[in-house]
């Protein structure tokens, strides 16, 4: 994704919680494309980048004359972002305030209201974020914007109260876990707590609903947390985007490179080269690639632009997908490597630069051993 297009760490925070339209996606890897080309020219000038804002800011506003339903509000929140980019703060706060607050989402206003704090208006944000909290959603909605609330706009008695509402609300184990789970993400960007809290909460939540998918998922990151070279890398199973069941007992024996990464990001490309030359070394290396992104089908399509030679695995949920989730991975791209007893041989590789490319292939020979 583009540093600009989608900059503010809240438009993150809507994109993996809430399904793009299929009009909207397709611009935004428009987007995306441009910016990755831009990228890849040799130290692109302020100038050229000032130049594809200014034509994206263009398109952008022909597409939300004739944009509907979500469209229009994820849109504007596009706007707002390159006006800030292009320090155009009128224009930002007019694209903000264009919003309905009675048809957007509460999470979208949340992210909007994020927005008019950046811009120093505390009438926009205030107004935002009134009209968020009487729009109805479902919870994982809710909790995502407990999270907004308690940690991007420091309004952590409102978050409190959207947390504990669903806890009261919620009819099964099942339901406790999973809101307890957001509770326990909203809590380590806290200021005012201690440290290691999140963790803290992190093992209350598996010891205390160990048989709950939210509760395995917190063990799992527990576990991730204090992974070293040596330990036991975390079984998964997984379905590629081409249908393709996956599963880390059916590669034993073998090396595994775990490929977390963004389809659109500029670095990918590279990242793939570099995974490729590795394999031409290590025949048996076995790749997983899992994306971070939240539209499985253009995964699926730019998977096939990027002519990948390994699976990929998409569940639409962005930075909540499953395995970025229990292998505790929260950047892409990032690989870690497992070698032949499925332990972990490397951690946190990007394959960069000259350094990264050295230190993967190292990593995969080693692991190959």
Same mark, same amino acid.
């Given at each position: 994704?583009?540093?600009?297009?989608l900059?503010?760490?809240?438009?993150?925070?809507?994109?993996?919680?809430?399904?793009?339209q299929?009009?909207?996606a397709?611009?935004?890897?428009?987007?995306?494309m441009?910016?990755?080309?831009?990228?890849?020219?040799?130290?692109?000038?302020?100038?050229?980048?000032?130049?594809?804002m200014?034509?994206?800011?263009?398109?952008?506003?022909?597409?939300?004359e004739?944009?509907?339903?979500?469209?229009r509000?994820?849109?504007?929140?596009?706007?707002?972002?390159?006006?800030?980019?292009?320090?155009?703060?009128k %224009?930002?706060?007019?694209?903000?305030? !264009?919003? @309905? +607050?009675? /048809? #957007? $989402?509460?999470?979208?206003?949340?992210? &909007? =209201?994020?927005?008019?704090?950046r811009?120093?208006?505390?009438d926009?944000?205030?107004?935002?974020?009134?009209?968020?909290?009487?729009?109805?959603?479902?919870?994982?909605?809710?909790?995502?914007?407990?999270?907004?609330?308690?940690?991007?706009l420091?309004?952590?008695?409102l978050?409190?109260?959207?947390?504990?509402?669903?806890?009261?609300?919620?009819?099964?184990?099942?339901?406790?876990?999973?809101?307890?789970?957001?509770?326990?993400d909203?809590?380590?960007?806290?200021?005012?707590?201690?440290?290691?809290?999140?963790?803290?909460?992190?093992?209350?939540?598996?010891?205390?609903?160990? %048989?709950?998918?939210?509760?395995?998922? !917190?063990? @799992? +990151?527990? /576990? #991730? $947390?204090?992974?070293a070279?040596?330990? &036991? =890398?975390?079984?998964?199973?997984?379905?590629?985007t081409?249908?393709?069941?996956?599963?880390?007992?059916?590669?034993?024996?073998?090396?595994?490179?775990?490929?977390?990464?963004?389809?659109?990001?500029?670095?990918?490309?590279?990242?793939?080269?570099?995974?490729?030359?590795?394999?031409?070394e290590?025949?048996?290396?076995?790749?997983?690639?899992?994306?971070?992104?939240?539209?499985?089908?253009?995964?699926?399509?730019r998977?096939?632009?990027?002519?990948?030679?390994?699976?990929?695995?998409?569940?639409?949920?962005?930075?909540?997908?499953?395995?970025?989730?229990?292998?505790h991975?929260?950047?892409?791209?990032?690989?870690?490597?497992?070698?032949?007893?499925?332990?972990? $041989?490397?951690?946190?590789?990007?394959?960069g630069?000259?350094?990264g490319?050295?230190?993967?292939?190292e990593?995969?020979?080693?692991a190959?051993?």
């Amino acid at each position: 994704m583009t540093p600009r297009v989608l900059a503010a760490s809240a438009l993150f925070l809507l994109a993996a919680l809430l399904p793009a339209q299929e009009s909207f996606a397709r611009l935004q890897q428009r987007f995306g494309m441009q910016w990755e080309q831009l990228q890849r020219a040799e130290q692109p000038t302020r100038e050229q980048r000032n130049a594809l804002m200014e034509q994206q800011e263009r398109e952008l506003t022909a597409f939300l004359e004739q944009a509907a339903g979500d469209d229009r509000w994820n849109g504007r929140l596009m706007l707002a972002d390159i006006h800030m980019g292009r320090g155009n703060r009128k %224009g930002a706060v007019e694209a903000l305030t !264009a919003i @309905d +607050r009675n /048809e #957007a $989402s509460g999470l979208l206003l949340l992210t &909007a =209201a994020e927005m008019a704090q950046r811009l120093q208006d505390k009438d926009l944000r205030a107004g935002l974020v009134e009209a968020a909290m009487k729009r109805p959603a479902p919870v994982e909605e809710r909790m995502a914007m407990a999270r907004v609330l308690m940690t991007l706009l420091r309004e952590v008695a409102l978050g409190d109260k959207v947390i504990a509402d669903a806890l009261a609300a919620a009819k099964d184990d099942e339901a406790r876990a999973e809101v307890r789970w957001h509770a326990c993400d909203a809590i380590r960007e806290r200021e005012d707590l201690e440290e290691n809290s999140y963790y803290v909460a992190l093992e209350k939540l598996a010891k205390d609903l160990p %048989g709950t998918y939210w509760g395995g998922v !917190a063990r @799992d +990151r527990l /576990e #991730a $947390s204090r992974f070293a070279p040596g330990s &036991a =890398a975390i079984a998964f199973t997984a379905t590629a985007t081409d249908g393709t069941k996956l599963g880390l007992a059916a590669m034993a024996g073998k090396p595994v490179a775990l490929c977390f990464l963004a389809v659109l990001d500029p670095s990918t490309p590279d990242l793939l080269q570099r995974i490729e030359a590795a394999r031409k070394e290590t025949p048996d290396l076995q790749v997983v690639g899992i994306s971070i992104d939240t539209d499985p089908a253009l995964v699926a399509a730019r998977g096939k632009e990027l002519g990948l030679r390994f699976p990929l695995v998409c569940d639409g949920r962005g930075w909540m997908a499953d395995l970025a989730l229990r292998y505790h991975v929260e950047t892409a791209p990032t690989v870690v490597v497992l070698d032949r007893k499925g332990r972990i $041989s490397a951690l946190n590789l990007h394959g960069g630069g000259r350094d990264g490319e050295t230190e993967l292939r190292e990593a995969v020979l080693r692991a190959a051993r």
